[in-house]
């Protein structure tokens, strides 16, 4: 077994371990995990069976992450994307008023395009065009949105109506755990001690079940996964050809295609497996596992897959390989049967290794030439966007069309490729869209 390890994910060449790596997937689920819980909720609200949401989140969640694991073998796992549930249950299903049984077609649908650009190099064509500068900033912008996320799970960071966002409640309990968390993995890391981040998280779920916030399973912890009969491959093919469907599609596309860009490229580079300017040799393979996921995602019951950026959390503990992803995906397909087990551990006491892996993610600022309005300006715009607007696409809009804009105007036009110019004007045609289509909705 050993061998067949060694010579399938040579693991001597990425200097890493057995160990190393199926730690670091064990820590990536961990941080992970909680889209079992959310995705459930999100998407039961259009109608669809909230316990068989639970089977198909897990199932395209192993598929997906193992296609990234066996095929691209990157230490990158893959789930539905945060967001992209959001859109498919309140934009396709509450505001447009559709069923969730033509939001299912519309991600199948543009599951089937992925793989179509994928196949003719669309996409990876896309990717390689995205300026080195850009390149630099979004594992930047992506450092600060996970921090967020680790903040906001923890309660440290809260919404407020006056200032946006404030500092939390601290006489609740998950701010401690966090704390405790965060100090604990800190401190093991300074001491050069293995497995830092998935001790700091035992060790705040410990303090959250001293605390009484954390309560271990009443029951067995073994159960049968619900059945995915109620949602399974239920699709409907009445508004294929209609406008709204080509504008969901289009939307899909547009959010999967540069989140799942905009994770690769900040996750591959801190793993060290990208060159200096940001490509990857495994890219096409990547996206590949990208749109055949979600392709097969929609037939199990799920919205859009893509890239998950927490797979950070396994990298930064040592994760180099597809063996990484492999052992994510053999957790997921543990907390099926074990769910009560796995989900006991609190956001709270997962925030930590958000917090870390953003502090390591951030480093690559230092690339940046800031001097240079030019690439300083959108880089900076590139890293801002991402957690102001909580999305890692809108980081890449932003940075993208400033790019152009200013490099244009400024006199710098042979800085700017075709493709970069395709990519801007589709930008400006969505941003265009998006206003009518909130005016459209203000003025009904």
Known sequence: MKNLLEKTFKLTENKTTIRKELLAGLITFLTMSYILIVNPSILSTTGMDKDALFTATALATIFATLMMALYAKLPIAQAPGMGLNAFF?????????????????????????????????????????????????????IGLFITLIGLKNAGIVVSSPATLVALGDFSQHSVWIAFLGLIVTAVLFVRNINGSI????????????????????????????????????QFEWDHILSFNMLVVVFTLLFVNLFDTVGTLIGVVSKAGLADEDGNFPQMKKALFSDALGTTVGSILGTSTITAYVESASGVASGGRTGLTSVSTALMFVLALFFAPLFLMVPAAATSPALIIVGLFMISSVAKINFSDMSEGLPAFLTIVFMPFTYSIAEGIVFGMLSFAFIKVCSGKHKDVSTTVYVIAIL?????????????????G
């Not at 793989?115 to 594992?139: G, H, M, Q, W, Y």
């Not at 303090?207 to 995915?228: A, E, N, R, Y």
């Open 427 to 443: 930008f400006l045609l969505k941003i265009i869209l998006d206003a009518s289509h909130i005016m459209t909705n203000a003025a």
């Open 89 to 141: 249950a309140f934009t396709i299903c509450g505001v447009m008023g559709y069923s969730w049984q033509f939001a299912l077609t519309a991600v199948f649908i543009e599951g089937i395009i992925f793989i179509l650009l994928t196949f003719f190099n669309v996409r990876e064509l896309i990717v390689k065009s995205i300026p080195k500068v850009l390149k630099d900033a979004i594992p930047v912008g």
């Open 198 to 233: 998935l001790i700091g998280i035992v060790v705040a779920t410990i303090f959250g079940i001293i605390l009484g916030d954390v309560t271990l399973p009443d029951t067995s912890i073994i159960s049968t996964p619900p059945s995915i009969a109620p949602i399974f491959a």
